[in-house]
């Protein structure tokens, strides 16, 4: 019999940029993300053709080995959120992505599931970890400055991007030990 604590446990693992999952996720993270964005600019959610076109446009194909990965974390069992990485040059990866569905926020599985971004960037052979998000999306903010990001200049020019962080990635402990 499986206890209530290990069924309402987390589990982070690789995903198929183009499964069912992901693109639940990914729809998912795009209607949060531009809702926010215009309902603070323009006073109304994001038009649903855009909202179409935007998703069908943006497949996270570049999120897929040999020179990306998707993470899909599980809450539960059930898929909750996800996040990308995509290495940018032989040693600095971009974090992409990073989401989890409102209901399974501040249970822990944000910081669990960036940090299991930086472990698939370093085994892209990453150093270094970059990334971009804007000024309304102060919790995302938030727990980058929690897990040792820092802010830095503007590293891109995609046209949403307010705030870029970066942060180096130590070796993890197999290869401190020399495995």
Do not use: C
């Not at 971009?132 to 980058?144: I, P, Q």
């Amino acid at each position: 019999m499986t206890s209530p604590a290990a069924r309402l446990s987390w589990t982070v693992a690789p995903e198929p940029f183009d499964s069912p999952v992901a693109a639940a996720l990914w729809r998912a993270y795009y209607t949060e993300v531009s809702d926010r964005w215009y309902l603070l600019h323009e006073g109304h959610r994001t038009d649903p053709d855009e909202l179409e076109r935007e998703v069908a446009a943006t497949t996270g194909s570049d999120l897929a080995p040999p020179g990306g990965q998707l993470l899909v974390a599980r809450y539960g069992g059930e898929p909750a959120g996800s996040a990308g990485v995509r290495l940018l040059d032989a040693t600095t990866a971009e974090l992409k992505r990073v989401f989890l569905l409102p209901g399974a926020r501040g249970k822990g599985g944000a910081a669990l599931l960036v940090r299991a971004a930086e472990d698939a960037a370093r085994e892209l052979g990453a150093t270094r970890l970059i990334l971009d998000t804007r000024s309304d999306l102060v919790e995302a903010r938030a727990l980058y400055a929690r897990l040792g990001y820092t802010e830095t200049e503007r590293h891109n020019d995609e046209p949403y991007a307010e705030h870029w962080f970066s942060k180096e990635l130590s070796p993890d402990a197999a290869q401190a030990l020399g495995r």
